[in-house]
């Protein structure tokens, strides 16, 4: 049943078209702080690292948890382009989801209040910018004009007011914010306390560093494109795996003519990972991104690539050529990219009519241990 806070308003928009995707090494606690806001949705938890440790999920969610071995087991030897010891796993969760629409978020972040001290529903503002157009073709100046007591200022011209689908939602963080280990080596006590109240389009032909920890978007527009880059144990870089997932699908984005938000909502984010290790896993980040982001800058689809998918094999094929100079490792990404795809396909085909619903049932989601997944009720 969809929950309604004070004033009325439901805490559990769309409830049935939204998955909750959770990657986690860590623990789960944090979803009692949730339970107003997302105890309604279903979970999707992909359970990063050892696959014996047993998480546990706070009484009341409904969820599905998928670890390392079910991983294996579901997609057998396409698993390799999931990452493993990173949180660019939660892709898999992307993968496996059968929603519109996806909602993603770390494990150390909690609810954030905005200034009049009222406990901020992350859904429901993701919901708001995802169900209301974009303006990525002429920057409107008073932020977003769908939004409540606002409008399109003068000069905005009327034929671009329409807007176009809006595919991503990307939300910010109070508190400790999303810097790399430099900047967080350097500034180790800066908290991010200014909460804008605004919601912008990015630009179309405009990249921005996409942060997966309170991020929003319509899996049926982009979501073959949400690859969340192979990193982690085995690779040369890690903490740039939505990095990578953001650029890829602005570019894709701009070639299908969707639109990318970003601003409130905010959540609370506790934890600081450490900036010594961080440096470890992103040093080569820090440089490769002098040559990936002039890389997306550049990139020139063709007219051919008219759906997510093929924008993003296409995308694969580019980097194999124009990135793998800088390092062996890009032809490897541009193989997963692949795998990724074809990982996506299979699980995801076509559905062509209510008949070949029934040739496509959905993925049996169990755990590694044969067990049925037992919805939590
Ligand atoms: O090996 C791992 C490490 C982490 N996770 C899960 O990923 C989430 C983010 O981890 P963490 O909070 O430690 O990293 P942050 O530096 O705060 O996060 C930023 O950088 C890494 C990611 O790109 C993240 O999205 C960014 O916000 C958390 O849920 C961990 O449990 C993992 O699964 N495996
Ligand atoms: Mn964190």
């Known amino acids: 049943m969809a929950g309604y806070n004070l004033e009325g308003i439901e805490a559990a928009p769309l409830k049935d078209d939204v998955d909750i995707v959770i990657p986690t090494i860590r623990s789960l606690d944090f979803l009692e702080q949730w339970r107003p806001f997302l ?116 000069g905005y011209p009327f034929s671009l007011r329409e ?65 969340f880059g192979l990193m982690g144990e085995g690779q040369p870089i890690s903490r740039y795996d939505d990095m990578w997932a953001g650029w890829a699908a602005k570019v894709v984005c701009d070639q299908l003519g969707f639109g990318v938000k970003t601003g409130m909502p905010y959540l609370w984010h506790s934890k600081a990972s450490n900036p ?26 063709s007219k051919e690539s008219d759906t997510a998918a093929k924008c993003y094999m296409e995308i694969s094929k580019m980097t194999k050529e124009k990135l793998t100079k800088v390092d062996p490792y890009f032809e490897k990404l541009a193989d997963a990219m692949v795998t990724w795809i074809e990982a996506w396909e299979e699980l995801n085909p076509p559905v062509k009519n209510e008949a070949s619903e029934e040739l496509n049932p959905p993925v049996k989601k169990t755990q590694s241990d044969g067990e049925d997944v037992k919805a939590k009720g």
């Open 39 to 154: 105890q309604h949705y279903h979970l999707i938890i992909v359970q990063d690292g050892d696959p014996s440790i047993k998480i546990k999920v706070p009484e009341g969610y409904d969820y599905e948890l998928y670890n390392r071995n079910d991983i294996n087991r579901i997609l057998g030897p396409r698993a390799n382009c999931i990452s493993y010891k990173d949180g660019g796993c939660r892709c898999f969760g992307f993968m496996v989801s059968k929603k519109k629409y996806i909602y993603t978020i770390d494990d150390d972040c909690f609810v954030a209040k905005d200034p009049s001290g009222k406990e901020i529903n992350v859904i429901a503002q993701h919901i708001k910018n995802l169900e209301t157009p974009s303006t990525p073709h002429y920057f409107n100046t008073l932020y977003d004009p769908f939004r409540e007591g606002t409008d399109f200022v003068r």
């Open 163 to 227: 807007g176009v689908q809006t595919a991503i939602s990307h939300g910010l963080w109070l508190n400790i914010p999303d810097y790399d280990a430099p900047t967080q080596l350097v500034k180790p006590r800066e908290r991010n306390t200014r909460y804008v109240d605004a919601v912008m389009t990015i630009p179309k032909g405009v990249l921005y560093p996409m942060c997966g920890m309170n991020l929003a978007f319509n899996r049926e527009l982009v979501g073959p494109a949400m690859y």
């Open 276 to 301: 010594f290790v961080n440096l470890k896993k992103e040093h080569k980040g820090l440089h490769w991104q002098e040559d990936m982001v002039p890389f997306f800058q550049n990139l020139r689809l």
